[in-house]
């Protein structure tokens, strides 16, 4: 699904330049959940603005279900994203004066999805997060964990190759953080290809493989045994 | 083109205005009153040139009178201070010397310039008028509107001397009862009896006019009042397309010619030009018209400076919203359309608002001033200039809507997206 190849990145801070990835070499299957750790400064946000295609790598290769990402402009970059990329962001990026149904509506509005069967499809992905009677609510009126849980039936809504999660539980207390994995892990099990970036030890063991990064290089890069949200949610 | 016309589209706008109603009040209030300032004024001087029109349109526009004084400078071997006397023959000169002259009419007077005024009687009745002595070519002219069942002087009555007469309505009022049908009636004007052909409405405008003074034909005149061929003045009217001030001057060479004055001499002929004075009357109202144009459009251009500046400052306001639109997959022209389409919704509306109260107050301003003295009638708007102020909005909301959607373009949704 997604093949990266030597993959550099560096940013200009003036005169000097800061090396940030120092040739990431990474593939990941159809149907993974995959976690990216590391401490801040490690890259791993670079790494995911680059797979998100929101930033460009300076060399090396990047494919995306068979696709070669590179050259991209703006237009082209945002065709792609709305056809294989799902975002969820740490502070849910909701769109605050639009209601729950109209912020999942959104990416298919880009896609040109009709009117009638944009707000059924959303209606649905809301159910899935279990939050249909929440649908004329404004992010406003809604709770962290519900928010969140919005967001992620955005992403989902477009029907995304790859679902990113940039610290999808960074604002979220503990028991809500398992709750928004366990949704995480159940949209994983119906075959979605999910990565996750964070810090968080517990949250990382809920993938199912992780990858570290340190100084802009993967130092690890392990399968594990699924730690399951469900057990920690009543 | 496409997105212009998809109801999400507008959705998506609306939304996006109504979310911040202060903001939109406070961007629309500039056009607004732009608008609002430019329909009022033009639509006043529009009412002002009306108003003009109405109170003279008795009068030809391009008219002047011309009459003869002493002679100023010796001449010919005539001395100075020669009274000089216009004659009836000088008519056919003037007119074959001057195309321009459309129309002109001699007339004599008596009751103006020192003369001393008719005395009429009826019967019992008796008072003093001016009588005219007239030509038919005067209503060229000067229209005398007749009222029902009447007429004005004719070339009959010129060529048979008839004793006929136009009288003015307070003259029938003083000599004729109120039940009295005045045509057919008999006066007697100095000792001769005539019949009444016509009353005439008092109409104003030209100088010497009166409500209470007696038409008579020009030639009954002279036979009454023994003066031969001399006429008083002459009342001349150029053709429309003519320079009046112009045309005035030739008139006066040529009297000169006819009279052998001086031709440096300006004081033996003198002459009051009324199409220059309506010249100038009309130059004011044609200014008036000419400064709320420009008042106007400086003000719409500077409300929609005002838009674009606040919609600038909305677009950093929304960066974040805009980040995340672009990660959904907006394309940079779909946001670009939706700040121009936001910032031309925004003129529009300011402006169709600013029309309609335009056209309301312009609506007031009629109902309040009518029947007055106030030279001011069906003040509007022409169409064209609605057209175009509004096709003046379409051009500028989407030139000024071009910067903030350039600036809303130019930020990378990476940036947008950053936390802090």
Redesign the interface.
């Known amino acids: 699904m997604i093949e990266i190849k030597d993959l550099h990145k560096s940013y200009k801070m003036g005169s000097n330049s800061l090396h940030v990835l120092k040739g990431i070499n990474f593939t990941c299957e159809d149907g993974e959940l995959v976690a990216i750790m590391g401490s801040s400064g490690s890259g791993k946000s670079t790494l995911l603005?680059i797979l998100?295609m929101?930033?460009g790598a300076d060399s090396g290769e990047y494919i995306l279900d068979g696709v070669p990402i590179k050259d991209l402009n703006?237009?082209k970059a945002?065709?792609y994203?709305?056809?294989f990329l799902g975002?969820v962001?740490?502070?849910f990026?909701?769109?605050?004066?639009?209601n729950a149904l109209e912020n999942v509506a959104?990416?298919l509005?880009?896609?040109r999805v009709g009117?009638k069967e944009r707000q059924e499809k959303a209606l649905n992905y809301l159910e899935r997060v279990g939050l249909k009677e929440w649908a004329t609510h404004l992010p406003s009126e809604l709770s962290g964990g519900q928010k969140q849980r919005v967001a992620i039936a955005?992403a989902m809504a477009?029907e995304p190759k790859v679902l990113l999660a940039d610290e999808p539980t960074g604002a979220l207390d503990s028991k809500t953080s398992y709750e928004v994995m366990d949704l995480i892990q159940k949209i994983n099990d119906e075959g979605n290809t999910i990565l996750v970036v964070t810090h968080e030890e517990d949250i990382a063991h809920m993938c199912k493989r992780i990858v570290h990064l340190r100084d802009g290089v993967i130092v690890e890069d392990k399968k594990i045994e699924q730690v399951r949200a469900e057990s920690y949610v009543q | 083109m496409k997105q212009l016309l998809d109801r999400d589209t507008w959705i998506e706008i609306f939304q996006s205005i109504r979310k911040n109603k202060l903001r939109t009040f406070l961007t629309m209030i500039g056009v607004f009153i732009g608008i609002y300032i430019y329909i009022g004024l033009s639509g006043a001087a529009k009412g002002l040139d009306n108003g003009f029109e109405k109170e003279f349109e008795s009068v030809a526009r391009n008219s002047m009178f011309v009459w003869a004084q002493t002679t100023s400078m010796p001449y010919s071997g005539f001395k100075t201070g020669r009274q000089i006397q216009l004659k009836l023959r000088d008519v056919e000169v003037l007119k074959k010397q001057n195309p321009e002259i459309m129309a002109l009419a001699p007339r004599n007077v008596r009751g103006i310039f020192g003369a001393d005024p008719g005395l009429i009687t009826r019967g019992l009745k008796s008072g003093n008028y001016s009588v005219f002595g007239d030509f038919p070519d005067f209503t060229k002219i000067a229209t005398k509107r007749i009222y029902d069942g009447g007429r004005f002087i004719n070339d009959d009555d010129i060529e048979q001397e008839r004793k006929v007469c136009v009288i003015g309505e307070r003259t029938q009022k003083e000599l004729f009862d109120e039940d009295e049908e005045p045509i057919g009636g008999y006066i007697v004007i100095d000792g001769v009896s005539f019949q009444v052909v016509g009353v005439h409405k008092f109409a104003g405008g030209g100088p010497f006019d009166n409500d209470s003074d007696i038409f008579i034909p020009f030639t009954t005149y002279r036979k009454l009042y023994n003066t031969g061929d001399d006429v008083s003045w002459f009342t001349i009217a150029a053709y429309d397309d003519a320079d009046v001030v112009k045309v005035e001057e030739n008139i006066k060479a040529t009297l000169r010619r006819i009279h052998r004055v001086d031709p440096k001499d300006e004081r033996a002929i003198g002459s009051f030009n009324l199409g220059e004075a309506f010249n100038r009357i009309f130059g004011f109202s044609r200014g008036l018209t000419f400064l709320s144009l420009i008042v106007g459009v400086a003000t719409i251009l500077a409300g929609v400076i005002g838009i674009g500046n606040i919609l600038l400052i909305s677009v950093k306001e929304r960066t974040k919203e805009l980040g995340v639109r672009r990660a959904m997959g907006a394309t940079p022209s779909e946001v670009r359309n939706q700040i121009i389409i936001e910032s031309l919704v925004l003129t529009m509306l300011a402006g169709i608002i600013g029309i309609i109260l335009g056209a309301a107050t312009l609506k007031m301003i009629d109902s309040l001033t009518q029947g007055g003295d106030f030279p001011y009638t069906n003040p509007t708007v022409p169409i064209p200039l609605v057209v175009g102020s509004l096709l003046l909005m379409i051009v500028l909301g989407i030139l000024i809507g071009l910067i903030p959607a350039q600036r809303a373009v130019s930020i990378r949704p990476i940036d947008a997206l950053r936390e802090e």
Do not use: C, W
Request: aromatic share 18%; charged share 25%.
């Open positions: 603005n998100g929101l930033d703006e237009t945002a065709q994203r709305n056809k975002f962001f740490q502070s990026n909701l769109i605050n004066y639009k959104l990416p509005y880009y896609q009117r955005r477009a």
